[in-house]
């Protein structure tokens, strides 16, 4: 589906709210609750809100879309499929995290 089709806006509105909450939820929390640094009290406060974002993402999913939250239908797949993943996501990140040890040396000397 593209983006000029009828969920347009609902994904347009999505990601700018979660990038929003994602950006200002933390300084939010903190303005409000006068504490600095993080604490516990600002984390849970901030994990609040992007609860809330998730739970009034559901909503307009149902409500306004009248459609299911999770769009598409769960396929099964063989044991063999999901060890590959596995390691072709372990091999991945081995892959990335030598690049990206790598880089850092790199840019220290």
Do not use: D, H
Request: with cysteine.
């Amino acid at each position: 589906m593209s983006l000029t089709g009828k969920y347009a806006v609902g994904v347009l509105l999505t990601f700018t709210v979660l990038a929003a909450a994602m950006l200002y939820s933390f300084p939010a929390v903190t303005i409000i609750t006068g504490i600095q640094g993080i604490t516990e009290l600002n984390f849970f406060l901030s994990r609040i809100v992007l609860w809330i974002i998730l739970i009034i993402v559901f909503l307009y999913s149902i409500f306004i879309e009248k459609n299911t939250f999770l769009q598409k239908e769960e396929k099964k797949y063989s044991a063999a499929f999901y060890i590959k993943a596995v390691l072709s996501l372990y091999f991945i990140c081995l892959i990335g995290g030598g690049i990206l040890n790598a880089v850092i040396l790199f840019f220290i000397q």
